[in-house]
């Protein structure tokens, strides 16, 4: 977080069973779509018949595009896990030497399958011009897609080892992270999601480059306990003086249905 500085086509289709020459079914792609049934006698010997007519109820195509869309094995909305789903909401500080900070995070998208999610960072009072400053940030969850090693940022292999350090958690995998061989595989029963945030611009103004007072250059090293709900996290900005701030989060408990999914 900133830290202070000091079409689709309605045509007919016709297909012909071999065992029957004469006998022939047409399908109308639009009509099967809206009234979700096909009005074609099947008979249960037909099997060439009933894997079409089952292909049929499976597929559809998106408006004015060319694509077939496969409604059952394609999941409907992104893949989340325990608190971390879109629409979820953290809330919570930012240490920043000795002051303090209120943060409050949204997740806008979250896809495990693709080691990602995003959303919104808010933090209060950091300056006087911006006296709620909101920013868009986008994550890498590590596991076989991405590693400890960031690479990027202004960060080297000891910027990662102090960090990562800092998490309890993490004590198993110091000695073994730093080789290239070593993958970090994220199972259904891990404790713990180890993330990388990083905030890409201001909102609602994403011309901002710069502000007065504060930064978000840097990124957050961040760990999510699932069985507290709760999120840890050390921002990293090599030019500035305070580094290991400490961001600490806590899941807002919904009062509402959560998330559905459509198979």
């Not at 597929?59 to 989340?80: F, G, I, M, Q, Y």
């Not at 701030?245 to 899941?251: G, M, P």
Request: proline share 3%.
């Amino acid at each position: 977080m900133p830290i202070p500085s000091v079409s689709s086509s309605g045509s007919t289709q016709t297909c012909v069973v071999k065992d029957e020459p004469e006998k022939k079914c047409k399908y109308d792609f639009q009509t099967t779509i809206e009234k979700n049934t096909i009005e074609t006698d099947v008979s249960s010997n037909d099997n060439r018949v009933y894997n079409l007519k089952k292909k049929l109820l499976l597929h559809a195509r998106r408006e004015d595009e060319d694509k077939v869309v496969n409604l059952t094995e394609d999941r409907l909305c992104p893949v989340s896990i325990s608190g971390l789903y879109a629409g979820s909401k953290f809330y919570g500080t930012q240490k920043c030497g000795q002051a303090s900070y209120e943060v409050e995070v949204e997740l806008l998208h979250v896809d495990m399958k693709e080691s990602t999610l995003n959303g919104y960072l808010s933090i209060k009072g950091l300056t006087n011009d911006f006296p709620v400053l909101v920013t868009f940030f986008e994550a890498e969850i590590m596991g076989p897609k991405y590693s400890f090693h960031t690479r990027k940022w202004q960060a080297d292999r000891k910027n990662d080892l102090l960090h990562w350090k800092k998490f309890p958690s993490f004590k198993p995998y110091i000695d073994t992270f730093n080789n290239e061989d070593f993958a970090y595989h994220l199972t259904d029963d891990c404790d713990f999601i180890y993330m990388r945030w990083k905030e890409m611009f201001l909102v609602p103004d994403h011309h901002v480059n710069t502000i007065n007072g504060a930064s978000f250059a840097g990124f957050y090293y961040i760990c999510y306990q699932r069985s507290t709900n709760q999120i840890k996290g050390f921002y990293f900005f090599r030019g500035h003086k305070d580094w290991f701030q400490e961001l600490t989060l806590n899941h807002v408990q919904e009062r509402a249905f959560g998330k559905f999914e459509f198979r």
